[in-house]
């Protein structure tokens, strides 16, 4: 197992701590609500990264795993009252097998036919929800309100809580993605990455381990689902299960650097509050210039730093060396 | 009953003639490039706002502004593959298929700044009104357009066939190496097929604005049945597309006859995932 180097430990140290630190230094309702969302995206980015970054599976239906979660725990404790916690597993479980239900058939599409065929899945959900009377449709669902508190993952009157829970759960996400990459799985799917051929003709049973990868991206993404409901605690076709939901996790994986393990919280720290400010400051009144600024962004970013934030600090570490 | 079922069955053939169209544009980037342009549907919108202002402020008619979106695209596309597309071609294989996705967002919320979000429609256009075949009553302006795009795919067809350049075009596509070997300008061949596929969609536009709505997120449905289409006719298979279009455009209105009319993208989205998972490389791919 490859050990990390000094200057990496000292990193994930600074970063955990500057995040714990966070919330009791900065007071505010939209700092802290800015730094949420970011987590909620570097934990779908990371999940992102399991599938898109090392094995190059470019999904870009991975909302449908996020829907999947939120609807799972919501209709679990509407109807059947079950702990959300719970649902949160559930939800992942469900969404892992929904994975393998439509992955594997999938296993041998390549490229941009997957690409295409993960949003042809992901828009499939999105019809069903918007016309299942057993999940109200496109009308949506509104949480049942509970006393607030840590064993009901609802808070009413601070945020700071959810900000504990999110960063707990981006934390999980990110020693699950090190795990991955440091064991055997991990230079599997590079490999796969590398050559589909010659990984097969080394043995590796290629099918398996893109549906592993598949199935914890879908597990993690649908976690990070059902914290958006209990966040927001509403939830609907229209704001848990469209493509630009995806997108977002496909850019900021991209911004901060496919496949490298920090990349996508490094994006996800880039992206979201000039997504957030922009929103608040600009798309007030819904003149689409907010959306204009950051499609310029992809735009540049993709023709002209393809390499993400984490390559371009790494191309400078190797150029001084 | 089953007179309906015919004229479900000829309008699914015109809107499909509409697929066919737009999705020939797509399928020449896709093949000469090997890049998916996620903003061809925007290039539609594009088109169709071009027709709408043109109607609105001079009082041309879309069949008379066909031309001029025809070369305002070509030029669009010309400049967004000179100065994005061309950046990534060399790049990591993610930044190609993001790049374009920048481009949609960008183009959508451009046209929602620039014209608002509302739902617009050519009031009176030139072809309007319905020819009455007693069983099956055709739309006049849907007929013109289906009869337009089949011509003008039929035209791409031939260019690529009997033209020198269209020769080099499928050049390119079946081997860029060899292509460049035998003295082929291939930054040139990908710069034009990227500003013919933009033409040909914003083509599309100008006929789609005779009967459909014009609004800035229009791309958003016929971009995902156009990549559809062009995944199930096969990669950059000009004949695979104009086949699978007019195939989906049947599905999809069988599909919304015979099940839900709610359900109809969903049915071609499934029937798209069921094809794909018997033959990976779609009907008529390689």
Redesign the interface.
């Known amino acids: 197992m490859k050990k990390l180097a000094p200057w990496q430990i000292a990193l994930c140290v600074a970063a955990l701590v500057a995040s714990v630190a966070f919330p009791l230094v900065v007071k505010g309702t939209f700092p802290n609500h800015v730094m949420i969302m970011v987590f909620l995206f570097a934990m779908m980015g990371v999940a992102w990264n399991i599938m898109g970054g090392y094995a190059a599976m470019f999904s870009f239906g991975n909302v449908a795993f996020f829907g999947i979660g939120a609807y799972t725990s919501t209709v679990l404790l509407m109807n059947y009252n079950v702990n959300p916690w719970i649902g949160l597993v559930a939800g992942g479980l469900l969404a892992a097998a929904a994975a393998a239900a439509i992955g594997y058939p999938c296993s041998n599409i390549r490229s941009h036919y997957f690409s295409i065929a993960t949003i042809a899945f992901a828009e499939i959900v999105r019809i069903q929800f918007n016309n299942w009377k057993f999940v109200a449709a496109a009308e949506g669902l509104s949480l049942p309100i509970l006393p607030e508190g840590f064993r009901n993952f609802m808070f009413h009157s601070t945020k700071i809580p959810y900000y504990y829970i999110i960063l707990a759960l981006l934390a999980l996400s990110l020693v699950v993605c090190w795990y991955i990459s440091v064991t055997r799985m991990g230079y599997y799917l590079r490999a796969i990455k590398e050559s589909h051929e010659l990984a097969k003709g080394m043995g590796i049973s290629f099918v398996r381990y893109r549906l592993y990868a598949i199935m914890i991206s879908a597990f993690i993404t649908a976690m990070a689902g059902t914290f958006y409901a209990q966040y927001i605690l509403y939830i609907d076709p229209e704001s848990v299960l469209i493509l630009p939901i995806s997108v977002q996790c496909v850019l900021v994986t991209m911004l901060g650097g496919a496949g490298s393990i920090w990349g996508p919280v490094i994006g996800a720290a880039i992206l979201l509050p000039i997504s957030e400010v922009t929103r608040v400051w600009l798309g007030a009144k819904g003149t689409g210039i907010d959306m204009m600024i950051y499609g310029a962004l992809i735009m540049l970013i993709s023709a002209y730093q393809p390499q993400g934030v984490w390559g371009y600090i790494t191309s400078i570490g190797r150029r001084t060396k | 009953m089953s007179e309906q079922l015919v004229s479900q069955l000829v309008n699914g053939l015109l809107i499909g003639c509409m697929y066919s169209l737009i999705a020939i544009g797509l399928t020449l980037i896709?093949g000469v490039m090997?890049i998916?342009n996620f903003a061809h549907a925007d290039f539609l919108m594009i088109g169709m706002f071009t027709s709408f202002w043109l109607y609105t402020l001079y009082a041309v008619d879309p069949l008379y502004s066909i031309p001029v979106c025809a070369v305002l695209l070509f030029l669009l596309g010309w400049v967004i593959y000179k100065?994005?597309?061309s950046?990534?071609m060399t790049?990591?294989?993610?930044?190609q298929?993001?790049?374009t996705?920048?481009?949609?967002?960008?183009?959508?919320?451009?046209?929602?700044?620039l014209w608002t979000?509302d739902f617009r429609m050519i009031q009176r256009p030139l072809l309007h009104g319905t020819w009455d075949f007693g069983a099956v009553q055709l739309s006049v302006p849907k007929t013109v357009a289906s009869i337009g795009s089949v011509l003008f795919s039929a035209g791409l067809f031939l260019f690529l066939r009997m033209t020198k350049t269209g020769k080099a075009i499928l050049a390119v596509e079946m081997n860029r190496t060899s292509a460049l070997l035998m003295g082929i300008n291939t930054e040139k061949v990908n710069a034009l097929s990227f500003a013919i596929g933009t033409s040909l969609v914003g083509v599309a536009g100008a006929f789609l604005s005779m009967y459909y709505y014009i609004y800035?997120q229009v791309g958003?449905t016929f971009g995902?049945l156009s990549?559809?289409v062009v995944?199930l006719g096969g990669?950059g298979s000009i004949e695979g597309a104009f086949i699978a279009g007019i195939l989906i455009g049947i599905v999809q209105t069988l599909g919304g006859y015979f099940f839900?009319p709610?359900?109809k993208?969903?049915i071609v989205?499934?029937v798209?995932?069921v094809t794909?998972?018997i033959r990976?490389q779609?009907l008529l791919g390689w």
Do not use: R
């Not at chain 2, 996705?101 to 700044?113: K, M, Q, R, Y």
């Open positions: 896709w090997n998916v100065f994005i597309v950046k990534v790049g990591p294989g993610l930044a298929v993001v790049v996705f920048g481009v949609s967002i960008f183009l959508a919320n451009l046209a929602v700044w979000p800035p958003g995902l990549f559809c995944a990669f839900d709610a359900y993208y969903a989205f499934a798209y995932l794909v998972w990976p779609g």
